[in-house]
């Protein structure tokens, strides 16, 4: 029993790391109902950002950590101005693959500027260790939940109670009547590449101490908040939560339960299964389309 | 400027619209018929490398530019074809026949792929194919008793006709080349009929082509089949030309290169396949000349411009480190599919076209021939 809580619970602490990825897919996808493929790789970048302010220039944690934010929400603002506004309005296929081009670029440049050793970042959070009965929860991945958790609700009220959210959700219903409203759709999808690349550097710099850095961390972990995207219903906030969740929760058990080979499988069997039987996922929204 | 001047059905899918069409390809023909004899033979085995990836790009372009489905998981399709090929060929399975059923089978797991995706479109259909390849790659590292998990396979050369075919020797090119133009004269069949038609239709406006009684599931599981079966031949011939596989040549990385062949050639023509194969192939031999050439040309420039010998020995080992650094495939890969999305993204084909058209209409030619026009996409989500 004790083995199940304790799979379970590191099951969910992975689940929030998906979580936090998938939460910067959705926002994306929110407002401009692209897919950003290059978000692993953000995460990614944020992460090596933050390893040059602290381990290199010797910054305390916390100003380290907001000056990686700060820093790689103007980066995700320049790559959309010179990736993604140039081709905005064009079939959505062509956007995903620039950002496949995206990511690629950046994967590759950070590998020759960083090189390819795993580096570490010291945190806070990096020795202690939660003692609840039997049960054993380093304090890294709880800083994980409890960041997931908090990210969550804050970018769940300012989509659904902020003027601005609104706007973001107004442009990716229809492009163009947002523009006659008079909302100012470039800035929009700007300052959403911003907060998106915000929450994936917080996530890289949260992911440090567990999976360490490296320029191919990205990909691996960009590869698996698909399924957790999807699952949760692409485009809801509180679906990428559930959706990390789940999928950390599937992950974990495979790995203990079900032969070699399994863990690392599962989470797209169950994508393959939820996009057969519910493709609009679990908080999806599904409306008939009228011609 | 030739007009053509058409009076019949026949005279628009006629194969050859014209005589010049048939002097450009015979010469061609004659060309790639006599490149065993001239070219060195590295180039040769460059050239087999983009007859293979054409082939794929022939069949990504079936499925992607005229159906309008996209797919990341072409390197499993191509992945089952070689592996149907190591396998078969063990047990003594001759050439034409495992070379076949390499097709055949992939064919039917493109079509059984293809169900699951008559649901989907857009971004969850890229999804769904980059899942499918993964878990075609992690079986074939788990499925030891068939694949050989991580050790991989040995592929044996082709035994055809009594005589040995082997990987680098001309017969194998010619063997490559007549399939690639056995799969482009197939497929430019397949397109001028109905069925084809059918696909076109599908891409341009799913709606339109359901009221015009098109059905659609159908067709769309047909295009994922002959899309999957042309790479399955692909994978065989691949597979003989690397004379080992494994599962990590399979990546999500060779899935993207194909996807690179018809976004860099056009997608909009089959010549794009072969124009984007040639282009990406020939990036590895760029590199090499990157770092044998240029560090040594930088170093001879910047004497010439009068820096001291010190320093321009320091430039060459710079300059040296940089062409030999090891992400910068990925790197020249990445900017190359941003850049021919953002400044060409008719592709190679499509900058032929138009500067066949610039003389044509010299001095008439408008840019605005050409410019995409934005559509500014209301939400997929209420599909």
Redesign the interface.
């Known amino acids: 029993m004790l083995d199940f809580v304790q799979q379970l619970v590191s099951g969910i602490a992975l689940g929030c790391v998906y979580g936090l990825i998938a939460l910067g897919f959705v926002l994306i996808y929110k407002a401009t109902?692209v897919?950003n493929f290059a978000q692993g790789d953000l995460m990614m970048l944020g992460g090596f950002f933050a390893f040059t302010f602290i381990g290199i220039l010797g910054l305390n944690y916390w100003i380290g950590f907001l000056g990686a934010v700060i820093a790689m929400a103007a980066f995700g603002m320049l790559a959309e101005r010179l990736?993604v506004r140039?081709?905005l309005?064009?079939?959505?296929?062509?956007i995903?693959?620039?950002t496949?081009?995206?990511?690629?670029?950046?994967?590759?440049?950070?590998?020759?500027i960083w090189g390819?050793d795993d580096l570490k970042i010291d945190t806070p959070f990096s020795q202690g260790v939660l003692r609840l009965g039997g049960l054993v929860l380093a304090h890294d991945k709880l800083s994980v939940i409890a960041a997931t958790l908090l990210l969550c609700l804050l970018l769940y009220l300012f989509f659904n109670k902020t003027t601005l959210g609104t706007a973001m959700r107004a442009s990716?219903?229809?492009?163009?009547a947002a523009y006659y409203m008079g909302i100012p759709v470039k800035r929009v999808v700007s300052i959403v590449w911003a907060i998106s690349a915000a929450v994936a550097t917080a996530a890289g710099v949260l992911l440090a101490p567990i999976t360490f850095i490296h320029?191919n961390v990205g990909l691996v972990l960009g590869?698996k908040a698909?399924?957790a995207a999807?699952l949760g219903g692409?485009?809801s906030i509180p679906g990428a939560l559930v959706g990390g969740v789940l999928i950390g929760v599937i992950e974990s058990m495979a790995g203990f339960y079900l032969p070699?080979?399994w863990k690392?499988?599962a989470p797209?069997?169950v994508?393959?299964s939820v996009?057969?039987l519910k493709?609009e996922g679990i908080f999806?929204?599904h409306?008939?389309?009228k011609? | 400027m030739k007009f053509l001047f058409k009076t019949d059905y026949e005279d628009d899918i006629r194969l050859f619209p014209h005589s010049g069409y048939l002097w450009t390809y015979g010469t061609l023909l004659i060309l790639i018929a006599a490149a065993p004899h001239f070219l060195s033979s590295y180039l040769v085995s460059q050239l087999v490398f983009v007859s293979i990836y054409a082939i794929v790009g022939v069949a990504l372009l079936i499925l992607t530019g005229f159906t309008g489905q996209a797919s990341l998981g072409h390197a499993a399709f191509l992945a089952i074809g070689a592996y149907t090929t190591a396998y078969l060929q063990q047990f003594g399975v001759p050439f034409p026949v495992y070379f076949l059923t390499a097709g055949l089978l992939t064919g039917i797991i493109g079509a059984i792929v293809g169900f699951p995706a008559l649901r989907l479109h857009g971004i969850y259909l890229v999804i769904a194919t980059i899942s499918f390849a993964l878990i075609v790659e992690e079986i074939l590292a788990r499925w030891e008793s068939v694949t050989h998990g991580n050790e991989g396979l040995r592929v044996k050369t082709i035994q055809m006709l009594g005589t040995t075919v082997p990987r680098d020797s001309p017969g194998f090119y010619y063997l490559c080349m007549g399939v690639l133009i056995f799969v482009i004269l197939g497929a430019i069949n397949l397109l001028r009929s109905p069925t084809g038609r059918a696909f076109v239709a599908i891409r341009d406006s799913e709606t339109a082509a359901k009221s015009m009684g098109i059905n659609v599931s159908l067709y769309k599981v047909k295009s994922f089949a002959i899309s999957a079966a042309i790479t399955g031949l692909a994978g065989c011939l691949f597979a003989h030309k690397l004379s080992f596989i494994s599962p990590e040549m399979f990546t999500l990385q060779l899935s993207i290169e194909f996807i690179m062949v018809i976004l860099i050639g056009g997608a909009f023509s089959l010549h794009g396949a072969v124009l984007g194969a040639i282009f990406i192939v020939m990036v590895d031999p760029f590199l090499t000349f990157l770092k044998d050439d240029i560090p040594g040309a930088i170093a001879n420039l910047s004497l010439l411009l009068g820096a001291g010998a010190e320093r321009a020995a320091a430039i060459e080992k710079s300059s040296a480190a940089f062409a030999s650094a090891n992400g910068l495939k990925g790197a020249i890969y990445g900017f190359l599919i941003m850049a021919f999305i953002l400044f060409e993204p008719l592709g190679l084909y499509g900058r032929w076209l138009k500067i066949k058209l610039f003389f044509q209409l010299f001095p008439l030619y408008k840019r605005a021939t050409f410019k995409r026009q934005k559509i500014y996409v209301k939400s997929e989500r209420n599909r």
């Not at chain 1, 309005?89 to 062509?94: A, I, L, R």
């Open positions: 109902e897919v990736v140039p081709i309005g064009y079939p959505q296929f062509t995903v693959m620039a496949i081009g995206l990511g690629f670029f950046l994967r590759s440049v950070a590998g020759m390819t990716s219903e229809n492009m163009l320029s590869l698909f399924p999807v692409f485009g070699q080979g690392d499988v797209y069997i994508l393959l996009l057969l493709p999806g929204l409306v008939r389309k011609v």
